[in-house]
T-cell receptor, first 110, second 115 residues
Framework: EDQVTQSPEALRLQEGESSSLNCSYTVSGLRGLFWYRQDPGKGPEFLFTLYSAGEEKEKERLKATLTKKESFLHITAPKPEDSATYLCAVHRGNTGKLIFGQGTTLQVKP | EAGVTQFPSHSVIEKGQTVTLRCDPISGHDNLYWYRRVMGKEIKFLLH????????ESGMPNNRFLAERTGGTYSTLKVQPAELEDSGVYFCASSPQVAGGETQYFGPGTRLLVL
């Protein structure tokens, strides 16, 4: 059965304290792994798509990496405005649907 | 370019009533998806339209839910009659192509509370 598990569920960091969020997945025929950011009361906002093991993508303080079993979202020197819920989702080849993890809620304190 | 829009942003109804949610995808996007997040759970897929056709409705919880996409443009999701367990946030997303791995862009969601 397709499954996406994110850890930790919640993470509190001090401003400038780097860390990583984990997304473990089991899915047959992975066509893409997506990272989204969600702020309270809003919809998921697209961050990255990763397609194959070894791929890496960066955007400002965020860097996403992908292996055959998991993805990491590395946050370097975070700022309070990086506080949000980060969602991981996978896309299986023969369907259009995304399978989401439960998300990691990040709080960055000044 | 305008993003995915959803209406209403919030809806509070009583059990047994009917509610209709609307989604306007990004212009030119053939693919439209409905998802739902209930309290404490992950976002879950409901169904997928390609233009006006239902491609996959495997996530629809039961026959109280009816989705339509007239003319391949906007979509509506009707819940009739609503039950308490239907409460949650309903998201719509769209993507331009049918091919796998396409990025889906999400709307702000409709927060539904059934009392």
């Amino acid at each position: 059965e397709d499954q996406v598990t994110q850890s930790p569920e919640a993470l509190r960091l001090q401003e400038g304290e780097s860390s990583s969020l984990n997304c473990s997945y089991t899915v047959s025929g992975l066509r893409g792994l997506f990272w989204y950011r969600q702020d309270p009361g809003k919809g998921p906002e697209f961050l990255f798509t990763l397609y194959s093991a070894g791929e890496e993508k960066e955007k400002e303080r965020l860097k996403a990496t992908l292996t055959k079993k998991e993805s990491f979202l590395h946050i370097t020197a975070p700022k309070p405005e990086d506080s949000a819920t980060y969602l991981c989702a996978v896309h299986r080849g023969n369907t259009g649907k995304l399978i989401f993890g439960q998300g990691t809620t990040l709080q960055v304190k000044p | 370019e305008a993003g995915v829009t959803q209406f209403p942003s919030h809806s509070v109804i009583e059990k047994g009533q009917t509610v209709t949610l609307r989604c306007d995808p990004i212009s030119g996007h053939d693919n439209l998806y409905w998802y739902r997040r209930v309290m404490g759970k992950e976002i879950k897929f409901l169904l997928h339209f390609v233009k006006e056709s239902k491609q996959d409705e495997s996530g629809m919880p039961n026959n109280r839910f009816l989705a339509e996409r007239t003319g391949g443009t906007y979509s509506t999701l009707k819940v009739q009659p609503a039950e308490l367990e239907d409460s949650g946030v309903y998201f719509c997303a769209s993507s331009p192509q049918v091919a796998g791995g396409e990025t889906q862009y999400f709307g702000p969601g409709t927060r539904l509370l059934v009392l």
